[in-house]
């Protein structure tokens, strides 16, 4: 780990579960506790970068000097992101961003009517963040350095490097091993053009520390 290897860097990173309401009261979610996202952010700022953070709702501290933005719903992290995608020189996409979301959101809690009958939700699909800031101009002239992420039930390696072609991103990192989700360790493996590469298990901001590492040596001169 190189101290200050992604000084003059400016990295965006997004983390944790989206949630989409279906009410005021209710909504869909998933288990993302954010640590690897926040791991990310800490370990980008300690190797000299300027770091904004774009959390779903985690209960999580602020890494320190990190700027961050609350958001709740995918569109609400895909305005987020957009704002800051200018400004940015790499984006790292941690967040489990919800797949799809209530396509009507109701204004008043919805009640049981007596019939028995459930309410039918139907969906929508979110927009693809990731997918959407690499294939922006600032990424498309190399300005703007995309990492994404994957977590795959099975077959990861095969899946994660579909996933790194169709979301049109120079690496992907697959989470090794299921359920990794709030636990404080993980293990890693790094996807990019030239192929593949395993982070061994170990806690999170370890593994953040050698996948910023990584990311500094793609990178050109700040
Ligand atoms: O397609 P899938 O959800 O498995 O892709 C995971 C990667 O894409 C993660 O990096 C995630 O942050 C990003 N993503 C996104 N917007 C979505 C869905 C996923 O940025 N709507």
């Not at 003059?8 to 996202?37: C, W, Y």
């Not at 600032?138 to 169709?166: I, N, P, T, W």
């Not at 979301?167 to 192929?195: C, E, H, M, S, Y």
């Amino acid at each position: 780990f190189q101290p200050q290897c992604l000084a003059g860097q400016r990295v965006l990173v997004t983390a944790g579960p989206t949630f989409e309401a279906i009410d005021p009261v209710r909504g869909i979610s998933n288990h993302s506790s954010g640590k690897m996202g926040f791991a990310i952010a800490r370990a980008a700022r300690e190797a000299g970068a300027e770091v904004r953070l774009v959390a779903g709702p985690v209960h999580l501290p602020t890494p320190l000097g990190v700027r961050r933005t609350d958001v709740q719903s995918a569109l609400q992290m895909q305005a987020a992101v957009q704002a800051e995608l200018d400004w940015a020189s790499v984006f790292v996409a941690a967040a489990a961003v919800a797949d799809w979301r209530p396509a009507h959101s109701a204004e008043q809690k919805i009640k049981k009517d007596g019939s028995g009958q459930p309410p039918s939700l139907q969906f929508v699909e979110n927009p693809d963040i990731l997918a959407e800031a690499a294939a922006s101009a600032r990424a498309r002239a190399g300005q703007l350095f995309c990492v994404g992420f994957a977590a795959e039930s099975h077959d990861l390696q095969a899946q994660a490097e579909a996933k790194r072609r169709r979301k049109g991103v120079p690496l992907l990192v697959g989470n090794i091993g299921p359920a990794t989700f709030g636990r404080d360790d993980n293990a890693l493996l790094l996807l990019d053009a030239q192929g593949c590469k395993a982070l061994p298990a170990g806690p999170k901001l370890h593994l953040a520390r050698a996948l910023v590492a990584e990311i500094a040596q793609r990178l050109g001169p700040a």
